[in-house]
C-alpha cells in the first residue's frame, strides 16, 4: 500500500490550497481515512477523518468552516480542501487510512497505513 499526498507549498494568509492523496494498493471504500498534521516541537493532530461506515466527517476545531475533506473513490485519491489559511496552519500534513469499519477516532494512533507528509507553510 502506498499513500502519496501533494499540493503543500508557501502561501500567504488567507490564500487556499488542495493537499491531494493518492492511494495505491488497496480501494478506500472500506477503509477509515485521515488527515494529520505536525507541527515542530508539536504531537501530531487530527484535522480530519471520515470513518469507512460512519457518515460523518470529523474536523478539529480549529479547522472548522475552514476545511473540507473529500474523497473520491473512482481514483483512490483523498482531498483536503484548505482555506483562508492561518500561520497556526503551518506544518507537515499527512495523510493515512486503516481498514476498519464503524467508527474511527480521528487519532493517529488508529491508523496504519501513512504517506510522507507534505509541507505546508502560510507566511506573510
Known amino acids: 500500500v502506498q499513500l502519496q499526498a501533494s499540493g503543500g507549498g508557501l502561501v500567504r494568509p488567507g490564500v487556499s490550497l488542495r493537499l491531494s492523496c493518492a492511494v495505491s494498493?488497496?480501494?478506500?471504500?472500506?477503509?477509515?481515512i485521515g488527515w494529520f498534521r505536525q507541527a515542530p516541537g508539536k504531537e501530531r493532530e487530527g484535522v480530519s477523518c471520515l470513518s469507512s461506515s460512519y457518515g460523518r466527517t470529523y474536523y478539529v476545531e480549529s479547522v472548522k468552516g475552514r476545511f473540507t475533506m473529500s474523497r473520491d473513490n473512482h481514483e483512490n485519491t483523498v482531498y483536503l480542501q484548505m482555506n483562508n489559511l492561518k500561520p497556526e496552519d503551518t506544518a507537515a500534513y499527512y495523510c493515512?487510512?486503516?481498514?476498519?469499519?464503524?467508527?474511527?477516532?480521528?487519532?493517529?494512533?488508529?491508523?496504519?497505513?501513512w504517506g510522507k507528509g507534505t509541507q505546508v507553510t502560510v507566511s506573510s
Open positions: 494498493g488497496r480501494t478506500l471504500d472500506r477503509y477509515a
Open positions: 493515512a487510512i486503516v481498514y476498519k469499519s464503524g467508527y474511527t477516532p480521528c487519532e493517529a494512533s488508529y491508523m496504519y497505513y
